[in-house]
């Protein structure tokens, strides 16, 4: 069955109106008809099946047939905070850690970044919904907009039941030293650019109680290193299986 995503499902009197964007890649891209079944999921974790009573070239009508209970993704949401990096290695970036199940992701710049804003969010969303879609998340994570390094580890700062990690090659502990007490919620992963962090940002962040962590004598890419921070944190702290 075919999913889409919808910003929000409302409905009157058991049915949904779809137009625009929705519409057009339900009857166009994906073919549906009236009689077809797709299932609808929503940013506040709602999850239908309907069928489709009216495919018009403007507006799709659905009835909805059945909900489903919100499946639960893993206790400790995993925030992942990205330096900006160039081209299509941000979208690779956005779409992969979607499917590993972050929750957030937040760009930011720092002094050896690149460039320090993009007309890229709208993109980047897209990207997410769709990585959501195709991996059969029940939620979409949020893209906020690119902040400053130092205001990122602000905000941070401020935040109550949370651990934060940032990846440094060039030192710092080891990930599987770390415990994790019961009342965490929240973890958030910082990773650099191309160009990785300045001794002097490594201070910074530490000073304000993020942890430097270590992955060992390779020197990643900016966009691995960002997959391998999130694989290896869903796996010690999160609900990655391994059997």
């Known amino acids: ?13 058991g049915l949904i109106r779809l137009s625009g964007q929705n519409a057009h890649y339900l009857t166009n891209v994906l073919r549906q008809r009236e009689g077809d079944n797709v299932l609808l999921f929503d940013s506040s974790g709602q999850v239908f099946d309907a069928t489709i009573t009216d495919a018009g ?18 206790s400790v949401a995993i925030v992942l905070c990205q330096g900006l990096i160039k081209g299509t290695k941000m979208d690779y970036v956005v779409e992969k850690a979607t499917e590993c199940g972050v929750s957030e992701i937040i760009p930011f710049y ?26 059969q998340r029940v939620t979409v994570p949020v893209i906020k907009a690119p902040v400053s390094f130092s205001d990122l580890l602000s905000m941070i700062k401020n935040q109550t039941d949370s651990r934060s990690y940032i990846f440094y090659e060039k030192g710092g502990t080891s990930l599987k030293s770390q ?9 958030y992963t910082i990773v650099g650019s191309e160009g990785g962090f300045s001794p002097q940002e490594i201070s910074e962040a530490e000073a304000t109680g993020v942890t430097a962590l270590y992955l060992g004598s390779r020197v990643l890419r900016s966009e691995t290193a960002s997959l391998a921070s999130v694989l290896l944190l869903q796996f010690m702290f999160g609900d990655m299986v391994y059997s």
Do not use: G
């Open 1 to 13: 069955m075919h999913r889409l995503y919808v910003e929000e499902i409302t409905e009157t009197d």
């Open 57 to 74: 070239a403007k507006e799709v009508v659905l009835k909805l047939t059945l909900q489903y209970r919100p499946k639960e993704e893993q």
């Open 110 to 135: 720092s002094t050896r970044c690149q460039f320090t804003e993009t007309r890229k969010l709208a993109r980047w969303n897209k990207i997410a919904i769709e990585a959501s879609r195709q991996s």
């Open 179 to 187: 415990v994790l007490p019961d009342d965490i919620k929240t973890i």
